[in-house]
């Protein structure tokens, strides 16, 4: 297997919130904090057909116990396309159910790829077919655009991005505990050393 990437969660829980006016105020009192995490975490699982193609070496999904949470290892062929569907599952777990999900999101951020252009891989909020991989239209991406919407409200919401371009995704509308599968397409060819860094981090909107 030689192609790479490396998925990174990042601890930190981002909160955005609006633009204050800053005045000469000096506010006194206390600040308490609570022991109960807040937010939600998220993990990579292997998913309902990991098996299969693991089993052909096409994909292994290497867990790391640092900062890394794991290596997806892909496995490409010189002569033909490979399609891997629902090989992985992103697990979303919210810490705290009475939380608002609707108010939280999930950034995944893909950086310093070297793979090549065609490397393809779709998120969706339901297990699917070859036909919707073949079929779902790529986003495309480039340097300093918004970040791609992921609406996981929706029981049909397919998402397929290049992993060249470097994608940034945004997911939006989880449920407390909801699973989203991972699928990809490989364009032919063997190239050794290539990969790409994941980065996963919540964001609080507030």
């Known amino acids: 297997m ?8 990042i601890a930190a829980v981002t909160v955005i919130l609006p633009a204050v006016a800053v005045a000469d105020v000096m506010v006194m009192g206390q600040v308490s904090l609570e022991s109960m995490h807040q937010h939600t975490a998220f993990k990579i699982l292997q998913g309902p057909n990991y098996a299969a193609a693991n089993s052909t070496n096409s994909i292994g999904w290497i867990p790391a116990s640092n900062d890394l949470m794991g290596t997806i290892d892909l496995e490409g062929s010189y002569y033909v396309q490979t399609e891997m569907i629902n090989v992985l599952e992103l697990n979303i777990a919210q810490s705290n159910p009475s939380a608002p999900a609707s108010f939280m999101g999930i950034y995944l951020n893909v950086s310093s790829s070297t793979l090549p252009a065609g490397t393809i891989m779709a998120i969706s909020t339901s297990q699917i077919s070859f036909n919707t991989l073949e079929t779902t239209p790529v986003t495309s991406y480039s340097t300093g655009d918004p970040a791609i919407a992921v609406n996981a409200a929706s029981t049909s919401t397919v998402v397929a991005v290049d992993l060249s371009q470097n994608p940034h995704l945004l997911i939006t509308g989880f449920s407390a505990t909801q699973n989203l599968y991972i699928s990809f397409l490989l364009p ?19």
Do not use: E, S, W
């Not at 050393?193 to 909107?205: P, R, Y």
């Open 2 to 9: 030689n192609r790479k990437f490396a998925l990174l969660m």
């Open 188 to 206: 032919p060819g063997m190239y050794a050393d290539q990969g790409a860094l994941l980065t996963g981090q919540f964001v609080a909107f507030a």
